[in-house]
């Protein structure tokens, strides 16, 4: 069984870097085909992708927000994690980590609850 | 890039059968798989079909995905509403182009 939780703080200042790390179990970012992507929502707004990363490290990003996300994983300890620098109130959202698999071309099919971050 | 444009909401009866439909605004729908997410009030999504019209293990065979070339769309039908169907759901594709997911704005089932 996947499972996925997102953890981090919840409160930021304008400028900061948030660092949010996703914890998941149920399978391993060295398998072949596998992915952790994450996706963002605002209040009241429609779901925003940020970007995945993969098994091979061969990452993608938004384009709107590629200057200031970076994905990394830490495979020993089944763990991915979203940097996102120079925050600004509109970074201000719920976050989601997910797993994917190449094959489905970004397709989620086990998500995390997700974690609330004001900025 | 291209654009998913989904209707801003739906409403119908229990019992009843709805269409979503995600209309693609550029390239082939069916280029990339299309997947299809759930999301009720305060909750994660849920993945209710992907890779176009394949549902995942515990979703109701009430559900189901389907790609028309024709009109350059995807859609979720979603047959015998229950009140519990009533959620968002955002369709989601994949843009070789800029090498990025692609979200619908979603749309607001009512099941009245």
């Known amino acids: 069984q996947i499972t996925l939780k997102e953890s981090g703080p919840t409160l930021v200042k304008p400028t900061q870097t948030l660092t949010l790390t996703c914890t998941f179990s149920g399978f391993s970012l060295s398998t072949s085909g596998v992915g952790v992507a994450w996706v963002r929502q605002p209040p009241g707004k429609a779901l925003e992708w940020l970007g995945i990363i993969y098994w091979d490290d061969n990452n993608r990003y938004s384009l709107s927000l590629k200057s200031r996300v970076t994905l990394t994983k830490d495979t020993s300890k089944n763990q991915a994690v979203l940097t996102l620098a120079n925050l600004d109130p509109m970074d201000t959202a719920t976050y989601f980590c997910?797993?994917?698999?190449?094959?489905?071309?970004?397709?989620?099919?086990?998500w995390g609850p997700g974690t609330t971050v004001t900025v | 890039n291209f654009v998913l444009t989904q209707p801003r909401s739906v409403s119908e009866s229990p019992g009843k059968t709805v269409t979503i439909s995600c209309s693609r605004s550029?390239?082939?729908?069916?280029?990339?798989?299309v997947h299809w997410y759930q999301q009720r009030p305060g909750s994660a999504p849920v993945s209710v079909i992907f890779d176009d019209n394949q549902r995942p293990s515990g979703v109701p065979d009430r559900f189901s995905g389907s790609i028309d070339s024709s009109s350059n769309s995807a859609s979720l039908t979603i047959s015998g509403l229950m009140t519990e169907d009533e959620a968002y759901y955002y369709c989601q594709s994949y843009s070789v182009a800029i090498r990025s997911v692609v979200f619908g704005g979603g749309t607001k089932l009512t099941v009245l």
């Open positions: 550029s390239g082939s729908i069916d280029s990339n798989f």
């Open positions: 997910a797993h994917a698999k190449i094959l489905s071309e970004g397709g989620m099919d086990v």
